[in-house]
Every structure is written in C-alpha cells, then in structure tokens.
C-alpha cells in the first residue's frame, strides 16, 4: 500500500500479472489506477507466463509492473533470464517493477533456497521496490510486519506516508523481528524441507483423485489445481466447507482467470493434508463438481 500510494497516481497505468494475491490489483485501484492484467497460463508444464505478450503490454506510458514471484496461488516463479528481459524493458521507459517477494525464501527448485530475484540484478538507482514480509518463511503471520527495498529517491516519500499511515510497526514486533532474522536461519531451512514434503505429498494424493489437474510448484505454500466440471469456484468452496469441514481458497479470489481452480495452502502437518485429502475425496465422489 505504502509503495503504491508513493508511485501510483489517478489515470495511471499499471499491469499485473494474475492469478494474483487479490491486493495486489486492488491496491493501485484504491489510488485511481488503471489496471491491465497478464494472465499466466495452465498448462502441460503447469502455470507459465507468455514473456513476449508481457513486454509488448508494459507501454511506454505504464508507470508499473507489480510482479509477485514466486506467487500466491499459483507458485509460478519467473525465472533470473525473464527477470532480465522485464528489467531491461522497464529500464528502456521509465516503468517501476513491483516485486512483491513475500514468497522468495520458499523456493524448491534447484538448491539456491531462495527464488531469482529482481534485486540480484539491479543497481541502487533501478526503478524497483521488493516488498516483503515476516509473515512467511519466519511463520509471523499476523504480526504484520514487512520491510521494502527501494530506490534511494523513494525512501523520503515512504517515511512520511507510513507516519501517516501506521507511524511505525510496535516496538515489541520490531524486537522480534530482529529476533527473526538473526536467528531465524535454522527456522526457515527447516521450513522449507516441511513444505517440500508437504507439497509432494498434497500433489500425490491430488493427483490419485479422477478430474484434478495439478502440478508440484516451485515456490510459495499453494497447490492451485483445476477441478474438472467447476464453473463456480465459490459455491464448490462454500459446500466444502459446510458439508465436510475443508476449507480451501476459490480460484476466483484470485481473479477472473482462476475460476474453476482451488487454492490449497500446504503449510500443514501430513496427518492434516492426509485427513483433508480424504474429506475432499469424499465430495467429489457425492458428486459436488456438478452443484
Ligand atoms: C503475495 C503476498 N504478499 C503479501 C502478503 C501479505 O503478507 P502480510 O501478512 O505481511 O500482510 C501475502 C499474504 O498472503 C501474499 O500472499
């Protein structure tokens, strides 16, 4: 919100690229933008972004991209070559790239543990702003504190929007925080593994169930998968829960192009996912895609 009340401007011109973490379309909406959104694609190597359609949407009158990698719910996570091309683009016409990075440290692919990140290859004066959080990989969520990376030019206007937004995060969550990151490590390693785990094992099962297309994701804590025969999300989702006590996320949270997808958050115990997967296999044999 901070970020986005310092760049974004009524009449301006922002693209995102969805299914998305619905504040991040609705943010620049708040402040009168005009949104455009690139949707990824699901398909046989799951969800990917068409990079050429991208480029030729940032305009030379797009004032940002916001880009949230890897990504809640899908877990698509750019790659450090794609990131480049974007960047260089950006830089060509003056556009802000907007990362939001929340997921960057549960990242599986690969052994770097942290996702390619647009901070890696930028310098200090790139119109780029990371966004980030404690919530995730320090499993703080609640505590409501974050952090942002941002241009030299930027942090002035950022200190007098968050005095008049919040003044400041409270001083006990400060101290945790830097709890957090100075002892943390061993936390998030071991959190990692939990959730690689948990995902192959939630993708299993997803996948052993007839008319569920899924695929293991490379980063963030979601399994975003097509129920064969749902047209309506959030009906499927509501008689879920009501009827068998499993409550999971409806794609169209997410935006138009998540209908017919659910959104399932891994960041669980096996013997939980386990009795999930079985509740959810009992609707869909009563036959709930049809409701
Ligand atoms: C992409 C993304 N960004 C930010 C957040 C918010 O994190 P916080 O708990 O710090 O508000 C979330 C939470 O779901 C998220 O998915």
Partial sequence: MLTTQALVGPGDRVVAITPLWPNLVEIPKIMGAHVECIELRFGPRGWTLDLDRLIARLTPDTRAVYINSPNNPTGWTLRADEQREILSHCRRQGTWVVADDAYERLYYDGDAAVAPSFLDLSDAEDRIVSTNTFSKSWLMTGWRLGWVVAPAELIPDLAKLLEYNTSCAPVFVQRAGVVAVSQGDAVIAHTLARYRRARDYLVGRLRAMPGIEVFAAPGAMYAFFRVAGVT????????????????????????????????WCFASSESRLADGASRLERYLHAGAPTR
């Fill in 232 to 263: 309506d999300s959030l009906a499927f989702c509501k008689a879920l829960v009501a009827e068998h006590g499993l409550g999971l996320a409806p794609g169209i949270a997410f935006g138009p192009e998540g209908e017919g997808f659910v959104r």
